[in-house]
């Protein structure tokens, strides 16, 4: 036999402040979160490693001056994601002080080459190399390409690069690799990312603002993706890498 559950009792006015502070309770509760407050002390203390890479030990000598082609989708993104993410490229390989960096606008490349982006596995006009080499006295070519792109929870960014020395037809360095939300190892990863970079941010709401936004999840994706770049060779115990001048010139160029 179902029975009815007693009706509480309440002072006179109690009812209504007691429903108001239950509603407010409840409405921050269900508010986006990401992680329970039991699970967040569970999160991974490691940072995120991607393996999925290979590359020369060291840079070499002779790469100084690099064109960074402009992020490829493909049927994997929507353009004008694309477009928006080529800032957070260029800012995130600029910070690596590997080597001097050429963004190449979509303007340019489509001035030089009749179209918008050109990914690492499309076939490449029979000029590239050449029109790099001339034009912008490159040493090397990168391109990025998005192979996956989820904008809803859980968010997903796969990555692809290739760096290829002009004139001798190699790759210096490639990297392919899927960055998830679902992992709590990234999840971890990328919201201690957000949080040294937008230190603002207050620590609860971290996972709510990185594993819901794209775009700072691509952020951290890209950035995770150049941490792999090999260093550039040691001479007598300095580092040669190129100038915080370089880059800013880079910066302005197309």
Known sequence: MITSLPIPRFPAGQPLVLLLLLGLVLAASGCSMIYPESAKAKLPKADYVPANHVGDAVLPARLRRVVLMPLAGGEAAPAESCAALDAIVIESLQRMNRFEVVPLSREACRTHFGVEELSSVMPLPTDF?????????????????????????????????????????????????LYSTDDPLVAASASRYLQGREPVILPAELETVTLESPERFATYAISSMFTTLPP??????????ATATDSRKAARVH
């Open 129 to 177: 190399m050449a029109v790099l080499k001339r034009d912008y006295a490159a040493d090397a070519v990168l391109f990025v390409d998005v192979t996956v792109y989820h904008a809803y929870i859980p968010l997903s960014v796969g990555l692809r690069a290739k760096l290829a020395l002009i004139g001798e037809d190699r790759l210096v360095w490639s990297f392919d690799n």
């Open 232 to 241: 550039v060779k040691a001479v007598a115990g300095a580092v040669v890498a």
